[in-house]
């Protein structure tokens, strides 16, 4: 059972470059969130999507873009990489209410 | 706009002591999550809080709800060196989408 799966794990990229980090889940949840975690700010929602087809903003939306691309599947896109987009990101995804949500292994990106 | 706040943000205590995690939002919440997350780990489900009054133990720890307070706490008891680790308490808006916010964090150190 692999749960949620977030690739890539690591990635370094220059300033001004693109990127998209890719999340699946295998435990058909309606619920999937990008978070973003960097040191003393805890984890900042960056978009989630509650059901396939609909996207909508978290705290920290700027200079990203998400798609929600099926059920199962729900990816975050850098267009423009920036040095504060240096973070741990993390794609979770959620059942029904009142179940637990469920966190990917994490992507460390470093711009540069 | 919901807005989560845990205290302590950092806690040493000694093993064998007991101590309380404390976290407070600031709109109506049906649902509150506790987890905990090891360094350069994913985040851990420890508990589901889904209504006022409801308490959960497991092992060491204990979280109840107070939905009327708007505040949940996460209880330690007897601590051991197993326990230090960062816990995070994340809340869902009442009869809203599904937008999970975080709390910074607290992070427990455990002195042997």
């Known amino acids: 059972n692999a749960g949620v799966t977030q690739t890539p794990k690591f990635q370094v990229l220059k300033t001004g470059q693109s990127m998209t980090l890719q999340c699946a889940q295998d435990?058909?949840?309606?619920?999937m969130y990008w978070y973003r975690q960097d040191p003393g700010m805890g984890l900042r929602l960056i978009y989630y999507?509650?059901?396939?087809?609909?996207?909508d903003k978290g705290e920290v939306p700027n200079g990203y873009n998400v798609s929600r691309l099926n059920k199962r599947e729900f990816s975050l896109r850098l267009e423009s990489a920036a040095p504060s987009q240096t973070s741990v990101y993390f794609c979770?995804?959620?059942?029904?209410?009142?179940?637990?949500?469920?966190f990917g292994e994490g992507s460390w990106l470093t711009v540069v | 706009e919901l807005k989560v706040e845990q205290n302590p943000l950092f806690l040493s205590m000694q093993e064998g002591k007991n101590y309380t995690i404390y976290c407070n939002y600031s709109?109506?919440?049906?649902?509150l999550y506790w987890y905990r997350q090891d360094p350069g780990k994913s985040l851990e489900s420890l508990f589901v809080?889904?209504?006022?009054?409801a308490v959960k133990q497991e092992g060491r720890l204990m979280a109840s709800l107070d939905t009327k307070a708007r505040l949940s706490t996460l209880h330690i008891t007897a601590a051991v060196h197993d326990l230090s680790a960062t816990y995070f308490c994340?809340?869902?808006?009442?009869?809203?989408?599904?937008?999970?916010?975080f709390g910074k964090g607290t992070r427990l150190h455990i002195l042997p």
């Open positions: 994340a809340v869902v808006r009442m009869n809203r989408d599904d937008k999970i916010i």
């Open positions: 709109t109506t919440s049906d649902r």
């Open positions: 809080l889904l209504s006022n009054g």
């Open positions: 999507s509650a059901s396939e087809g609909t996207t």
């Open positions: 979770a995804s959620g059942g029904a209410s009142g179940n637990t949500i469920y």
């Open positions: 435990m058909n949840h309606n619920s």
